[in-house]
């Protein structure tokens, strides 16, 4: 790699905009934890003087100008929805083949054996079906399969079988992932210049964990409030709902030739 040239500019360090952007998703995410109302109502707020604030100062961390371009807006919202689905499934899933099915913690560790098994295949095989396929059309089949291992999860029975009713859903959302989040990632760099490379990723990664922070808040919470593998079955389902959601919005961006 060639070394860099000479900074230009320095670059200065919004502070109100990171406490902000620090401070609102952590209210939120604690609010739906603790079902708070005025907390989640207060990260609301914090994201909306988020906004005002970069709208208005010279420096911004995240300038608004970022998210008019669909690609990144597009792929970056998808994340959020495939990242709430993927965390919940490693909680749940962990939680129902040792509650239900009876597996030790280390037996249940091991089963996820598999599921890694199948993660390294799919990423192993992103660039080549980016090369066959090109972005949008990767992304959307990530997103396909770990819907149809969402969907077989959801269907989780009262007293179920390993191999039987979590293997096959558990492969599918791990391939879903390799494939999706990568070919996500990709979409939400596109035509990134120096000047806005740092801000894409760091978005991007953002999402990444503020999708997988809500999704356990919520879903985890769903599971929680109902009765039996009832519980695992409706988070699942909403997860699906999710996933399905995220690839239509993805599919009219593609349509609409946003994407590449």
């Known amino acids: 790699m060639p070394a860099d040239g000479p900074r230009v500019r320095a670059a200065r360090l919004d502070l109100p905009g990171a406490a902000l952007l620090t401070a609102g998703p952590l209210s939120l995410v604690y609010g739906v934890l603790e079902s708070a109302p005025l907390a989640i109502a207060a990260g609301v707020l914090l994201l909306a003087a988020f906004v005002a604030v970069e709208a208005r100062t010279r420096h911004p961390l995240v300038p608004l100008s970022f998210f008019a371009h669909r690609t990144r807006a597009v792929a970056n919202a998808a994340t959020v929805l495939l990242s709430a689905a993927l965390s919940t499934a490693f909680f749940l899933l962990t939680l129902y083949m040792q509650d239900v099915i009876g597996l030790g913690p280390l037996q249940a560790g091991l089963a996820f054996l598999p599921f890694c098994a199948a993660l390294f295949l799919a990423i192993s095989q992103v660039t080549r079906l980016i090369g066959a396929l090109g972005v ?68 991007q990664r953002s999402v990444d964990q503020l999708g997988g922070s809500l999704g356990l808040a919520v879903l985890v919470g769903v599971t929680a409030g109902a009765a039996g593998v009832g519980g695992f079955r409706t988070a699942f389902l909403y997860a699906l709902i999710g996933v399905i959601a995220a690839a239509a919005g993805l599919g009219l961006a593609a349509r609409d030739g946003v994407t590449e």
């Open 136 to 203: 949008k059309y990767t992304a959307l089949v990530g997103l396909a399969l770990t819907a149809v291992g969402l969907a077989w999860l959801a269907r989780l029975p009262d007293q179920g079988a390993y191999a039987v009713d979590v293997l096959p859903g558990m492969v599918g959302v791990a391939a879903g992932m390799g494939i999706g989040l990568l070919a996500l990632q990709n979409a939400a760099l596109h035509g990134v210049t120096e000047d806005d490379a740092g801000t894409a990723a760091g978005v």
